[in-house]
């Protein structure tokens, strides 16, 4: 299954709203994780089953979608929250989309 | 705490091997699923192996098939990842991960990753 997401690289202010893209190229149901990584560090999954938090997210987090049409939106863009963001299927052999660079506009 | 903690990594050469261990501490090794993730630099993750919770069920990206092999010791809280005929497109950061649910193939947490670099 291949996952694509979009934009490769979103410019926000901080405070602003993001949204993330995650498409599957086949049916996945909810079976669909975000993670989270910072330079220099391992990435953190923020969500599973597409829209569930993982232990310590922040609320501004959220994940929407099933099917092939999943979104990660983190509500008011706090400092920290800059990074590389990954989707990725479980639904069968896992696979990663190749990442959106949330990046200070 | 739950943590995994990644060693082994180093320079080795075209055909080469290497050995990387992942140490697991804050939970039961023996009930959960335990992977192997890569990222080559400046790119993305890519799965590379997975062993089941009972040591019996291990499972390779086509990409490291017939050159990687995993196993646990589950004695030891460690997971192993034996790797031979090293190319140069192996080179990347490897992250062993404890599956998020048994076996949900979903990843958490993550280890820093312990690097590979395969050059002549």
């Known amino acids: 299954i291949v996952m694509t997401q979009s934009p490769a690289t979103l410019s926000v202010s901080p405070g602003e709203r993001a949204t993330l893209s995650c498409r599957a190229s086949?049916?996945?149901?909810?079976?669909l994780g975000w993670y989270q990584q910072k330079p220099g560090q391992a990435p953190r999954l923020l969500i599973y089953?597409?829209?569930t938090r993982a232990t310590g997210i922040p609320a501004r987090f959220s994940g929407s979608g099933s099917g092939t049409e999943f979104t990660l939106t983190i509500s008011s863009l706090q400092s920290e929250d800059f990074a590389v963001y990954y989707c990725?299927?479980?639904?069968?052999?896992?696979?990663f989309g190749q990442g959106t660079n949330l990046e200070i506009k | 705490e739950v943590q995994v903690v990644e060693s082994g990594g180093g320079l080795v050469q075209p055909g080469g091997s290497l050995r990387l261990s992942c140490s697991a501490s804050?939970?039961?090794?023996?009930?959960?699923?335990m992977h192997w993730v890569r990222q080559a630099p400046g790119k993305g993750l890519e799965f590379v192996s997975s062993?089941?919770?009972?040591?019996?069920?291990?499972y390779y990206a086509d990409s490291v098939k017939g050159r990687f092999t995993i196993s646990r010791d589950s004695s030891k809280n460690t997971v192993h990842l034996q790797m031979s005929s090293l190319r140069v497109e192996d080179t990347a950061m490897y992250y062993c991960?404890?599956?998020?649910?048994?076996?949900?193939?979903?990843?958490?947490?993550w280890g820093q990753g312990t690097l590979v670099t395969v050059s002549s």
């Open positions: 086949q049916y996945i149901g909810i079976n």
């Open positions: 991960a404890k599956d998020v649910h048994s076996s949900w193939y979903l990843f958490d947490p």
């Open positions: 804050g939970f039961t090794l023996s009930s959960y699923t």
């Open positions: 089953g597409a829209s």
């Open positions: 062993i089941s919770p009972d040591g019996d069920g291990t």
């Open positions: 990725q299927q479980y639904n069968n052999w896992p696979t």
